[in-house]
């Protein structure tokens, strides 16, 4: 059985949604990041930078949440279509290095130290606010990211886009991004995905 190692964040919740929509049974091995558990010798020997999400799968471990994505989609054969390879991947790869990293920096600056840094809520609220209406766009173009099919490109963005209400940026103004949430929202995998530590009901526009 697939081990996961995941807090209650975006980056974990891609994971549980994954495990969820491929039907793999599998364990939460919660990682509490508030204490520091990322630091222990033994985790980092299965995630060198200190970071959630990690499985472990028989004998294997696999850390980063896009690698883990590209792993489960090529082992479950779901959610990455070969022929639409080069169009997933683009999108996947936006996420890992400017969606959730950006946002990241704006839930650190806006949610948690508000008030600290001027520059810093200012700076990210922009980028994320731009970041909105880039996919806006796109959705207003394609039923998913990636084209007509929903793949592992949406399911490492929408959990970002799950934080909304964080943003005050207004989610139910950008009308194809909303849709497109909404839509995957109302999976069941992801419904039991996102609420894999007790997280409740999916936030609405
Ligand atoms: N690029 C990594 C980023 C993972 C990441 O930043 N994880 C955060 C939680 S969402 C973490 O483990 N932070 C712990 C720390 O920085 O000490 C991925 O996509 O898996």
Known sequence: M????????????????????????YKVTAVDLGKGDQFDPKFIEISPFSKIPVIKDDKES????????????????????????????????????????M???YHSFYKFNKGKSKYGEERYHKITKDLYERLNARLSKSKYLAGEKYTIADIATWPWI????????????????????????????VVKGYNFMGAGEIPKP
């Open 62 to 101: 696999v850390f980063g949440s896009g690698a883990i994505l590209i792993y489960l989609a090529e082992k479950s054969k779901k959610f990455y279509d070969l022929d639409n390879k080069v169009k997933i991947n683009q999108w996947l790869m936006a996420q890992m290095g400017l969606v959730g990293p």
């Open 162 to 189: 799950a934080r909304h209400e964080w943003h005050d940026i207004g989610l139910g103004k950008f009308e194809s991004l909303s849709k497109w949430y909404m839509n995957i929202a109302e999976r069941d995998a």
């Open 103 to 105: 946002i990241g920096q």
């Open 2 to 25: 697939i081990e996961l190692f995941a807090s209650d964040t975006p980056n974990g919740k891609k994971i549980s949604i994954m495990l969820e929509e491929i039907e793999f049974p």
